[in-house]
């Protein structure tokens, strides 16, 4: 399986730049895609195939990468950008998540 | 207007089956594939099997042994059942959409608590 490892928490600013990493154990090309949860909601899609921003989600979040090593920035952050930030691969079965950033407040 | 919605019982007794049930609207399930994915308490994300759009089905190898996912097109309706439940396996299940392979829609999420 394709192990996704992410940093477990990120203490952030508001209006600050922040990128969120993910690290692929093997290459994914680009089938590697972002979601956003907040408390208690479902997990929503923000970035697909890398790069491409969800409709609807806020131009502030932009993602980036290929292969191995993967970023998601939020520039800037806002308030309502605080929560959990998953990466998932689907470049094989079985698809799998990152355990998680939790993006949190300084 | 793309919705997925998950029922089913809250709560299951140890070794017992869970059923779960996603009913979509907006989209048909022969053009769309619906994935099933778990997440425990204060954890994260664990992908659990797929219906594709063809019939066809894809399991986590983890959970494969214990797991079935089926269809009802006519009624919109895909299915999970998975056996020999344990207290790990207390989590919020969700269905999501996926046209290609990212999932841009997802349920509100069910809920299940794994005790007697």
């Keep these: 399986d394709t192990v996704l490892t992410q940093s ?10 922040v990128t969120i990493s993910c690290r692929a154990s093997k290459s994914v090309s680009t089938y590697m895609h972002w979601y956003q949860q907040k408390s208690g909601q479902q997990p929503k899609l923000l970035i697909y195939s890398a790069s491409n921003l969800e409709s609807g989600v806020p131009s502030r979040f932009s993602g980036s990468g290929s292969g191995t090593d993967f970023t998601l920035t939020i520039d800037p952050v806002e308030a309502d950008d605080i929560a959990n930030y998953y990466c998932q691969q689907s470049n094989e079965l079985p698809y799998t998540f990152g355990a998680g950033t939790k993006l949190e407040l300084k | 207007q793309v919705q997925l919605k998950e029922s089913g019982p809250g709560l299951v007794q140890p070794s017992q089956t869970l059923s779960l049930t996603c009913t979509v609207s907006g989209f048909s399930l022969t053009s769309y594939h619906v994935h099933w994915v778990r997440q ?22 983890a959970l494969k042994s214990r797991l079935s996912i089926s ?4 009624k919109s309706q895909v299915f999970l059942k998975m056996s020999s439940l ?20 997802w349920g509100q999420g069910a809920s299940v608590t794994v005790s007697s």
Excluded: F, H, I
């Design chain 2, 86 to 105: 344990q207290t790990e396996d207390t989590a919020t299940y969700y269905c999501a959409r996926s046209g290609k392979a990212v999932m841009d829609a």
């Design chain 2, 71 to 74: 269809r009802d097109t006519s």
């Design chain 1, 8 to 17: 477990p928490a990120l203490a952030v600013s508001l209006g600050q730049r």
């Design chain 2, 40 to 61: 425990p308490p204060g954890k994260g994300l664990e992908w659990m099997g797929v219906m594709w759009s063809d019939g066809d089905t894809s399991y986590n190898s």
